[in-house]
């Protein structure tokens, strides 16, 4: 079975810090895939970036990269420069060769970006 | 191109009612997948599809929970005799094929209220 766990539940930060979400996950299969996905308040799911299990390097899309380690199963993501618009619930997910294709979550990180 | 729909919106409905809701994932996009997002938790993973079959129902959480879809595109989730534990936001993804590397892309979600 696949397992995601976030540990931080809220996160309170400084506008154009930096900022980084926790995410471990736990799975036997080789081959997977993590996610992470912004939710604003009003409700859709953001796709903010991905890591495959054989990528090498570690992923980034604008301010956000995502802090690989696999020996230690974390898939953290770094938002840097914060803005007030990053406000929102943060998902990890993953998705493996063998999960039947569905994304497993985790229960999200709650960022609220202070002025 | 237009992105994932979801309809209705929101649905109010009675303990006991049935309801129906719909998907319109993006053209072309072989796999969707069905989740429920209850308050303040993550997604939980329903149903999933690839073209008309679901090879995967392991996440319906009962036999009231039911999803079909026709012509490969359009999905329609089902609950009979609604209980009030059914209250969510029930959210639909499409992804061009169900893999590792093919990021969903989620609909605006129903809320669903039973009362």
């Known amino acids: 079975a696949q397992k995601i766990t976030q540990t931080q539940p809220g996160m309170f930060v400084q506008e154009k810090e930096a900022v980084t979400l926790d995410c471990t996950y736990d799975t036997s299969d080789q081959s997977y895939g993590l996610f992470w996905y912004k939710q604003p308040s009003s409700g859709e799911m953001i796709f903010l970036i991905y890591q495959g299990s054989y990528d090498e390097q570690n992923a980034t899309e604008g301010r956000y990269s995502l802090n690989f380690q696999k020996a230690r199963k974390s898939a953290n993501l770094v938002i840097s420069a914060s803005q007030l618009g990053d406000s929102a619930m943060y998902f990890c997910?993953?998705?493996?060769?063998?999960?039947?294709?569905?994304?497993?979550f985790g229960t999200g990180t709650r960022l609220t970006i202070i002025p | 191109g237009a992105g994932v729909s979801q309809s209705p919106s929101n649905k109010v409905t009675e303990k006991g009612k049935d309801v129906e809701l719909r998907c319109d994932p993006i053209?072309?996009?072989?796999?969707l997948y069905w989740y429920r997002q209850s308050l303040g938790q993550g997604l939980e993973f329903l149903i999933y599809?690839?073209?008309?079959?679901?090879?995967?129902k392991s996440g319906l959480p009962s036999d009231r929970f039911s999803a079909e879809r026709t012509g490969g595109s359009v999905s329609t989730l089902t609950i009979q005799r609604t209980q009030q534990e059914d209250s969510a936001v029930y959210l639909c993804a499409s992804s061009f094929m169900g893999n590792l590397y093919n990021e969903q892309f989620f609909g605006p979600g129903t809320r669903l209220t039973v009362l």
């Open positions: 599809f690839q073209g008309n079959s679901a090879p995967d």
């Open positions: 053209s072309g996009h072989t796999a």
């Open positions: 997910a993953m998705i493996t060769n063998f999960g039947n294709e569905k994304l497993t």
